[in-house]
């Protein structure tokens, strides 16, 4: 329940720094499956409509694998546009949250979903800090 309500207020706390509305956004969806508060609280805070476009299969933990290869077949197998959705998102604009950017597979990957289903526009929000600082070189 406070993992829950964590989330919850970095949903609201992401639309306080990023206000997007209904004209600019046609959903808000997010990287499966722990933003799914965050991402709650953001729909609820703009009034943009909620969806779930993506799904996962099973919760393997793909950025745990030992090479980048084995990261990206794990996660193209396992994640997925919702059927619901499938074919519907042609000129569509979504805010996409996500919690955190290990190796960034599972962003790039659903990503290049929506960018193949014709989404116009995307905004991707990560409401954790990067894991180790800014690399530079």
Known sequence: RLAQAAREE?????????RFSKKDVDYVTFIPHSPLDAARAYSE????????????????RAFMMP????RE????????????YKGRLRGKRMVVLDDS???NVNATVALKQL???????????????????????
Do not use: H, Q
Not at 10 to 18: D, I, K, S, T, V
């Open 73 to 84: 077949a794990s996660i193209k197998s396992n994640l997925f546009i919702n059927p619901e």
């Open 101 to 103: 950017m290990v190796r």
């Open 45 to 60: 805070a703009s009034k943009i409509p909620f969806a779930e476009i993506f799904y996962k299969m099973n919760d393997r």
């Open 10 to 18: 970095c949903g609201r706390e992401m639309y306080r720094a990023f």
């Open 115 to 137: 960018y193949d289903e014709g989404v116009r526009w995307y905004g991707l929000l990560l409401y954790t800090s990067m894991i180790g600082g800014v690399v530079n070189g």
């Open 67 to 70: 090479t980048m290869m084995e």
